[in-house]
């Protein structure tokens, strides 16, 4: 009996190394990956002083990950950029995550058991841990975040999130300073590693209920308020976050959908995602948000996920997992239901790797309840238990190479949504990051154009080649219609000002410019845009006072301050430009031209002070 927990261990790792295997062959992929790792040169030059200063200073993807940044930049330290080592990393955390599952859910549920009760009874908790942590580790709705690169900062935070709960049991069981702390410590490190861990005192005031079961035995006021703590450090990064987001206008899709759109798609996503985790057949990277879902499917969600919560609700003496497991699941996706929007998605499979936690507690518990009552179904339900792990196993083994390269991922979002603008941009972006002949990427948008005339990405795309092929009828068209269609979004007006400068209108490029930065002012990329204006005008100081708002703006803009130390030298400020060089130099030491100017700059500093004195 004492190896029986062992064992368990060494079948999990083994079942989800043999269901993920194929991770060692995909690559990266156009959604994030440029953007996180593959072309980030503060991620992609690994650990160094600048790169670790902007990890905790900067945004990172529209959040702050200082943590998830960092493991990304020890992986190019140790690796260079070759996306393979990366997946097995997250495939690694995930293993472990899996592992942590069954010691947490074991250890939690052990204290169920009463001390006089046998030890063939006390082993019976075993197997409803081990089955949901089976579910978790072989679950195909979690290969996007175990196959995606990007997404280390799902399964990092998630072994954060579950080692906190490990310290918030000891704790629970011999409360100390120390070991409070170390609670603090691990949900500190879990909400730098990812945002979702906002739910994390939540959860814990759930396990008080069950299996902890410290309530009623301590009123719920004194529980909540020996985690006031958590949810304070927890109030500030969900602040800081949404200010970030704001500013980077990743939640400007939420005001394109009223919020009684985003409440019944929150809804209609709760239960599509109880459809995925039971019959997880059309799996796709993307699912598009539909707008106004119709009344009778907002309704139908929505009794059924009120009657389900009833349903708990009323069993909760009788079957606190129940309740446990069903509010846990409910909770926990507060963060991404939509409520709050971010991106043009209705829901994502990499949302519910830690949610389906409390589902998968259900279905165990529900499974003990039934082996108790009829003895006799034990050797039938272990036999289902292991058929459903099986076909789960088979299932994520079969999606795992859909994450192989950009182009593969495209084509499955294309035949698991069909004809949606959306695979069409993202297979633009495809093309282009693999090189293919910018005729492809052309042809991919003015498909995706045809099927969403009015989608003013396409238009936008269209018309920046139009202008790079010197049809600038053509390019003026289609910029000014993406004004009409997004008359507040500043990268219209940068774009149409991009326009204008390359025909050599520069007033008129500095007129669409100052528009975008009314919408916008701290766009650091508009003000570089800016200064290239008066550049190419002749007007040097004020070149110089675009570049020096750039890099306020973003201190981190490597090209602007290289940019500035151009300007200063010519306006024949040498120490100034010298100083601004070096500053683009220390951002991204690998880029040759700022290596060449700084060169040039000191050279010519060392030629000066060579040189004798005037008489």
Same mark, same amino acid.
């Given at each position: ?58 945004? *990172?993807?529209?959040?702050? *990950? ?13 690796? $260079? ?71 280390? #900062? $799902? ?52 396990? $008080? ?260 092929? #010197? ?6 068209? #289609? ?9 507040? $979004? ?126």
């Amino acid at each position: 009996m004492r190896r029986t927990p062992l064992l368990i261990i060494l079948v999990l790792v083994a079942a989800t190394f043999a269901a993920f295997w194929q991770v060692g062959s995909c690559g990266f992929v156009t959604y994030d990956d440029p953007s996180y790792v593959q072309y980030n040169p503060m991620v992609n030059q690994g650990l160094r002083s600048a790169a670790l200063l902007w990890a905790f200073s900067a945004t *990172h993807g529209a959040n702050w *990950h200082p943590l998830t940044s960092l493991s990304h930049m020890l992986d190019c330290s140790l690796f $260079d950029l070759n996306p393979v080592p990366m997946h097995w990393e997250n495939l690694l955390l995930h293993v472990l995550n899996a592992v942590l599952v069954f010691v947490v859910w074991r250890r939690l549920s052990a204290r169920l058991a009463p001390a006089e009760e046998t030890d063939d009874r006390r082993v019976d908790a075993i197997w409803p841990s081990a089955f949901v942590a089976g579910l978790f580790a072989l679950h195909p709705t979690h290969v996007e975040s175990v196959a995606w690169i990007s997404e280390r #900062k $799902d399964v990092l935070s998630t072994a954060l999130w579950l080692l906190t709960i490990l310290a918030y049991a000891r704790w629970v069981e011999r409360p100390t300073r120390g070991r409070y702390a170390l609670v603090l410590v691990g949900a500190t490190l879990g909400l730098m590693a990812k945002p979702m861990l906002a739910t994390l005192p939540c959860t814990l005031l759930l396990l $008080d209920f069950w299996p902890l079961r410290r309530w009623p035995t301590r009123s719920w006021g004194a529980l909540f308020r020996e985690k006031i703590p958590l949810f304070s450090l927890v109030a500030v990064l969900c602040v800081v976050t949404l200010l970030v987001q704001r500013a980077l206008g990743a939640t400007d899709y939420g005001e394109k959908f009223p919020f009684t759109m985003r409440l019944g798609n929150a809804f209609v996503s709760y239960a599509r995602y109880l459809g995925k985790t039971f019959w997880p057949e059309t799996l796709s990277p993307f699912y598009p948000h539909p707008g106004w879902w119709p009344w009778a499917v907002v309704l139908s969600a929505f009794a059924a996920v009120a009657a389900v919560s009833w349903l708990a609700w009323r069993e909760r003496e009788r079957r606190p997992w129940f309740v446990f497991g069903w509010c846990w699941y409910l909770g926990t996706l507060v963060p991404v239901i939509g409520i709050t929007q971010v991106g043009a998605q209705s829901m994502a499979d990499r949302y519910t790797y830690v949610s389906l936690l409390g589902i998968f507690t259900i279905v165990a518990w529900g499974g003990v309840e039934i082996a108790t009552r009829w003895p006799r179904l034990r050797i039938a339900l272990a036999a289902l238990a292991t058929l459903v792990l099986v076909a789960c196993g088979i299932r994520t083994a079969y999606q795992v190479p859909v994450w192989r390269n950009g182009i593969g991922l495209v084509e499955h979002m294309k035949a698991s949504i069909g004809e949606h603008e959306i695979v069409y941009r993202e297979m633009g972006m495809a093309f282009l990051l693999a090189g293919r002949p910018e005729a492809d990427v052309a042809a991919a948008y003015r498909r995706g154009h045809e099927v969403k005339p009015d989608y003013a990405y396409f238009l936008n795309e269209l018309g920046m080649q139009a202008m790079r092929a #010197k049809r600038p009828d053509e390019a003026k068209a #289609k910029l000014e219609r993406v004004i009409q269609l997004l008359p507040h $979004d500043p990268a219209a007006y940068a774009n149409f000002g991009n326009f204008f400068m390359s025909i050599g209108q520069y007033d008129e490029a500095e007129r669409q410019l100052r528009k975008a930065l009314a919408i916008r002012p701290g766009l650091g990329g508009v003000h570089r845009l800016m200064a290239d204006v008066h550049m190419k005008a002749g007007r040097l100081e004020k070149a110089r006072d675009s570049l020096l708002e750039a890099v306020r703006c973003d201190r981190w803009d490597f090209g602007a301050w290289n940019q500035l130390g151009v300007i200063e030298s010519k306006l024949g400020n040498h120490a100034a430009a010298e100083k601004a060089v070096a500053r683009a130099n220390w951002i991204n030491p690998r880029e040759r031209a700022i290596e060449f100017n700084l060169k040039y700059l000191r050279q010519q500093k060392a030629s000066t002070s060579a040189a004798p004195a005037s008489r």
